[in-house]
């Protein structure tokens, strides 16, 4: 047998396969690069790689997500950690001890301006009016309160009128709540302590006023040179209350005097008004004659005093009656207050006053006398209502 022949050959160790082996092969090999081949003549070769692409992420996905399912299906607390990190539990902070009790130093905080010290005012300044002021702002600026405002231009340009304000007008300050008051001649510093509530000492250890008490010499008259302007440190006074700014202001009823007399004065249409409380008329509080006895025909009280002692207005008002009286009380003054009240003083040694004029509450009318039928110096004063004719003036004087 020849040993050639096709069944008797075997394939040496690294050699090729046999020849009807590679035939088989072969047409696999055109059939899969031609299949390829087509598809990139197309032009679908890239959607193709796009698609496959696409297709291989979501299955590596949905492969992901059925692994984590699986791992952590028997473990509850591991599976609530994919729905996000637990929470906190809330820290406690104990109180923290200030500084001061750890260490010794001294603390300072940062201070950016520079703190001067607001030393109190004494003297008076003026301020120069500004548009759009008003007495109420002038005051919120030196921290008084506006009546302060008026009364401190009262016997300047303002008076008792707020609106009497203009532009580049110079206006008083004083330095805390008060009145700015101008002396006249023949005044008591008494009185004037008693008018507007507050004590004499006040007035004079005042240090814008410059008393000296030294020489200032009796209080009924001091030593005052008559147009001087005082403060009064907190005294007390209604403003649009002074005669002489009410004058123009029309009366309800025409005032007239409910005494005759020879000083009788014409009826009174115009002139200030009456606060309805009252001061004592003279520097002595006690009797010397006839107290009040409207059984034996006095119906009024009678007042000590010296002649020529002052005699005040007890409350604003006008004049009604400046004159002699033929009844018995001599020269005599009577007060329309304009609220229903009058007051009268009589046996006057000197009047002061004349018909019409309008008068303050404290205002020197004239002075104590003997004039009439009186027996010795003092002041017979009385108190009238519409209501209730002469009254008892004690039930209506401040305490003695």
Not at 131 to 141: L, N, P, Q, Y
Request: glycine share 10%; with cysteine.
């Amino acid at each position: 047998m020849n040993q050639d022949s096709p069944k008797n050959l075997q394939a040496a160790p690294g050699s090729e396969a046999p020849a009807a082996e590679t035939k088989t092969s072969k047409p696999e090999k055109v059939i899969r690069v031609s299949w390829l081949e087509a598809i990139a003549r197309l032009g679908l070769g890239e959607t193709l790689l796009r698609a496959a692409t696409g297709l291989f992420s979501l299955v590596a996905i949905v492969v992901v997500v059925w692994l984590t399912q699986t791992f952590f299906r028997g473990d509850p607390a591991q599976a609530n950690t994919l729905s996000g990190p637990a929470p906190t539990p809330p820290v406690e902070l104990s109180a923290l001890e200030p500084p001061a009790a750890k260490f010794s130093a001294i603390s300072r905080q940062a201070q950016i301006h520079t703190i001067i010290p607001n030393r109190p005012r004494t003297e008076i300044i003026t301020y120069i009016v500004e548009k759009g002021d008003t007495v109420t702002s002038i005051a919120e600026k030196f921290n008084l309160n506006p009546r302060t405002i008026l009364n401190s231009n009262a016997f300047t340009v303002m008076g008792d009128n707020p609106h009497n304000l203009f532009v580049d007008q110079k206006v008083y300050i004083l330095p805390a709540d008060g009145i700015y008051w101008q002396w006249q001649s023949g005044e008591s510093l008494t009185a004037w302590a008693k008018t507007f509530q507050v004590k004499v000492e006040d007035i004079i250890n005042y240090p814008a006023n410059h008393l000296d008490q030294a020489t200032l010499g009796e209080y009924g008259n001091p030593n005052i040179k008559p147009g001087t302007m005082l403060v009064i440190p907190g005294g007390y006074r209604l403003p649009n209350a002074r005669g002489d700014v009410f004058v123009g202001i029309t009366r309800d009823h025409p005032a007239t005097a409910r005494v005759q007399g020879a000083g009788a004065c014409e009826s009174v249409s115009d002139g200030a008004v009456g606060i309805g409380s009252f001061i004592w008329p003279a520097n002595k509080h006690y009797l010397s004659g006839y107290d009040w006895s409207p059984d034996a025909g006095h119906r009024g009280i009678d007042i000590a005093g010296d002649t020529g002692e002052p005699v005040y207005a007890v409350d604003y008002g006008v004049i009604v009656y400046a004159g002699w009286n033929d009844w018995g009380y001599g020269n005599m003054v009577m007060v329309d207050h304009g609220n229903g009240w009058q007051s009268l003083y009589a046996h006057l040694s000197s009047i002061n006053v004349f018909c019409g004029q309008s008068v303050l509450q404290g205002t020197v009318i004239g002075g104590i006398g003997s004039t009439g039928n009186s027996s010795g110096s003092h002041l017979h004063f009385e108190l009238m209502h519409t209501q209730y004719s002469k009254v008892n003036p004690w039930l209506y004087l401040p305490p003695p």
